[in-house]
């Protein structure tokens, strides 16, 4: 079963931080993930539209300049990173789920990830781009066919599988409430892999194994890793 850090070590670190990931590659779990929005032309790592709850600010993200976003404490004195430098910390050295969370982030993201390749030689099979926008995960795979998908789900939808088909996507990453044996077994058939977000106990993280599940999000990865042994 694939661990992957849910926003960096979140349950120790602050999330969506360098130290977070950082953290993470010192696990030696299978990979990340992390929240992106544009921000004046600039992919920055955040989860919410909002930075109250992330950092010492408040109002929306399109209320601040670069200069006074990136001046906010996210956390221990660090400030929102750009995914640029997530992409340099963390390059090749295990898999990093972009999650696109504003409806504006693929062209910025392409010209990201093929400035990666050749500045950072990122591995594009080490990239898995998943969202709940699924026109967004569409359009990324037009422009940049190679990318890897994943379709998040919070519901559980009749055709999940089907969509995540016709989307041509590797996962179908889902909420935790409603995973079960079936939609396992109808992912496995179509050659999808199922994760599921967020895992952090474990008699719910060893169930979700014994069900065939794929991968998990965890904000403990390290703890995750010895519950799985």
Known sequence: MKIFAHRGVSGHFPENTLPAFAAALQTGCHGIELDVFLHCEELVVIHDRQVDRTTNGKGLLDDFTPAKLFALDAGNSQPI??????????????????????????????????????????????????????????????????????????????????????????????????????????????GIELYVYTVNHQRELLTLRDMGVDGVFCNYPAEAQEWLK
């Open 81 to 190: 990173p750009t995914l640029w430098q997530v992409l340099q910390l963390c390059a090749n050295r295990l898999e990093i789920n972009i999650e696109l969370k504003g409806h504006d982030t693929v062209p910025a993201l392409v010209v990201l990830l093929r400035r990666a390749q050749a500045e950072l030689t990122l591995r594009l099979d080490s990239v898995l781009v998943s969202s709940f926008h699924h026109p967004l995960l569409q359009q990324l795979k037009a422009l940049l066919p190679e990318i890897r998908i994943g379709v998040l789900i919070a519901h559980y939808p009749l055709d999940g599988v089907q969509l995540a088909l016709q989307l041509k996507a590797v996962s179908l990453n889902c909420d935790r409430g409603f995973v079960d044996t079936k939609l396992v077994e109808q992912a496995h058939q179509a």
